[in-house]
């Protein structure tokens, strides 16, 4: 009797044990996948910078916390709206990722109609309530390849002329753009003064066509140098360097091996690592609305040569190197905007 007691005991503990880890495996939430949209720019993939990259960001974010994300490319701004209705809508996307300043006034459109849809915005340091807007210091990012123009074209490096002239070309006229228009002509001027920096705007990032068409035309009134802050109508700029053998500049993600005869260097932005970052927040429960910005003693921006077969002479280099300690430091900083270009020049010179 005790012992046909004890059995049944035995089993009651069992049956008890079997019951609560059955009930406390239903009671567990199941993980949830984090899922993406993201709205490309109007470059579209292929264009070897800020939509790849982007592009890039989310894979690495699959393979790290295996998300889920779609994407769409949009061909005109006249897209970005139903895009971004179109993943608000859909009540499934933890976060949307948008990139560029042109998809501002959707994003304040669409954020109405949704308050609680979590939006990255990617390369803007516009405010929107509700809104992650992530930027870098774009004067940081192309103040260095500034400098490598400003010397260069006073150089003996073997594509140089003697005319000191050097070019900047936009995709859009944005004003955070600009402020990398304003980074580059402040590196160049920072080393000589009296160099001649050309301007243009392409009016659109995919359209490489006009962007070949706009750097023939710098090429041909004396730049040797062209820094280009285009997207996809940037990628024009180097077959133009390449027809009339000058030298061109990339920009964003690494873009020196695309012709690495005639780029000499990339104003770096690790975009990829912006997007990756967007979703790691998410995950980690550090996502908040507002302006996130850093730059170079973040490690954001900077210059490389890296995979380019042109050897930089060891005297710019070393200019280069003294400039991004200065300004890791916070000795030197670069001009802002346009609008006080003049009035940095004036206070800031090379060895001075």
């Not at 059955?22 to 109007?42: D, H, R």
């Not at 500049?249 to 020196?256: I, L, P």
């Amino acid at each position: 009797m005790r012992r046909f007691t004890l059995i049944m005991l035995v089993l009651l503990i069992g049956l008890s044990g079997i019951w609560a880890a059955g009930n406390s495996e239903a009671a567990a939430p199941a993980t949830k996948k984090i899922s993406v949209g993201l709205v490309l720019s109007t470059g579209g993939l292929g264009d070897k910078n800020f939509n790849d990259m982007s592009y890039e960001g989310l894979q690495r974010a699959v393979d790290a916390f295996g998300i889920t994300f779609d994407y769409v490319e949009p061909k005109s701004p006249s897209d970005f709206l139903p895009q971004h209705r179109m993943f608000a809508e859909a009540g499934t996307y933890d976060l949307i990722v948008a990139l560029g300043n042109d998809q501002l006034e959707s994003i304040k459109e669409v954020k109405k109609d949704y308050p609680n849809q979590k939006i990255s915005f990617i390369d803007t340091s516009s405010v929107i309530p509700g809104v992650r807007s992530v930027a870098t210091k774009w004067p940081e990012q192309t103040f260095l390849c500034g400098i490598v123009a400003g010397l260069g074209t006073l150089s003996t490096m073997e594509k140089a002329n003697k005319e000191n002239v050097v070019g900047v070309i936009l995709g859009m006229d944005f004003p955070n753009l600009r402020e990398g228009v304003a980074g580059f002509i402040s590196g160049v001027k920072y080393v000589n003064p009296t160099a001649e920096v050309l301007q243009a705007t392409v009016g659109a990032f995919n359209d490489p066509g006009k962007g070949k068409e706009i750097a023939l035309s710098m090429y041909n009134r004396g730049a040797d140098f062209i820094q280009h802050i285009a997207g996809a109508s940037g990628l024009g700029v180097f077959n133009a360097a390449k027809q009339v053998n000058r030298y061109a500049f990339g920009v964003g993600g690494n873009q020196n091996h695309l012709e690495p005869d005639y780029i000499v260097a990339t104003s770096i932005r690790n975009v990829d690592d912006m997007v990756f970052n967007e979703v790691k927040a998410l995950i980690e429960g550090t996502w908040v609305e507002g302006l996130q910005i850093s730059g170079m003693k973040e490690g954001a921006v900077g210059y490389s040569t890296e995979n380019s077969n042109i050897v930089l002479p060891e005297s710019i280099r070393k200019v280069v190197e003294e400039a991004r300690v200065k300004i890791v430091s916070g000795q030197l900083v670069p001009a802002a905007n346009l609008e006080s270009l003049d009035a940095w020049v004036a206070a800031n010179k090379y060895g001075k």
